[in-house]
């Protein structure tokens, strides 16, 4: 699945798209964030808060318990500031 | 409906003459307009996620035009860098009579705020920050659900 990061998540992480393969045991949007943190400091730094960072499937918001099963693209950024 | 996002400034007048062209059932219009600020800042640049932020807002205008009698809807939000004094943001919504188009003007905004997939970074004479959310905003968007704001979930 395609992974896209914005503004200072992006910054953190230091790239704004990548492709993954989590393991079998990434079920949920949480659970994703729990495994992207362990896969270095720019992750863990970029997830350390990681109550504060939302997410999006496919283009729709959701929530950390969402299930990531079937998803071709997950965002993830910090709270909107637009408008 | 019309939702449309942009680099290039958007001219209000002829956004309003857009919207009600040609038709003579509309009886009220009215518009918001979001202006980048001074405030200390160089500039701003909005960032934003293609796709999902024209998604995101035409979700929005489908729930106005579902909640109140619209007979038109334009939104406009601008990306890039802005400088004080720039043009951002243009909800125009047209019905027949005031409140509608009031109130729907009133609730886009605040759920574009909430929702829509958009970031702000100023450019200060200190360095460069991004723009933190309020919780007034998520307040602000909540009045309309009876539920707790979003961001204090």
Not at chain 1, 9 to 32: F, N, Q, S, W
Not at chain 2, 19 to 35: E, P, Q, W
Request: net charge negative; hydrophobic share 45%.
């Amino acid at each position: 699945m395609k992974l896209l990061y914005f503004a200072w998540v992006r910054e953190r992480i230091g790239k704004p798209e990548e492709e993954i393969d989590p393991p079998a045991a990434v079920h949920t949007v949480g659970d994703l964030v729990t495994w992207l943190s362990g896969r270095g400091e720019e992750y863990a730094y970029a997830f350390e808060n990681g109550h504060v960072i939302r997410a999006a499937i496919d283009r729709n918001h959701v929530k950390q318990d969402a299930p990531i099963a079937g998803a071709r693209e997950i965002a993830f950024f910090p709270p909107m500031t637009g408008g | 409906m019309a939702v449309r996002l942009q680099r290039e400034d958007f001219d209000i007048g002829a956004e309003i003459a857009l919207l009600s062209r040609g038709r003579t059932d509309i009886g009220a219009v009215a518009t918001f307009t979001g202006v980048c600020r001074g405030d200390g800042i160089v500039a701003m640049t909005l960032e934003h996620y293609p796709g999902m932020a024209e998604a995101e807002i035409e979700r929005h205008v489908a729930e106005a035009q579902a909640r109140w009698p619209l007979l038109g809807v334009t939104v406009i939000h601008r990306y890039g860098r802005l400088v004080p004094g720039d043009n951002i943001v243009l909800v125009a919504t047209a019905s027949q009579h005031r409140e509608a188009a009031f109130a729907a003007a009133e609730f886009l905004m605040d759920y574009l705020k909430l929702r829509a997939p958009f970031w702000k970074k100023e450019e200060r004479a200190g360095g460069d920050g991004w723009v933190e959310a309020r919780q007034s905003d998520a307040a602000a968007a909540a009045r309309w659900s009876g539920r707790r704001p979003e961001a204090a979930e």
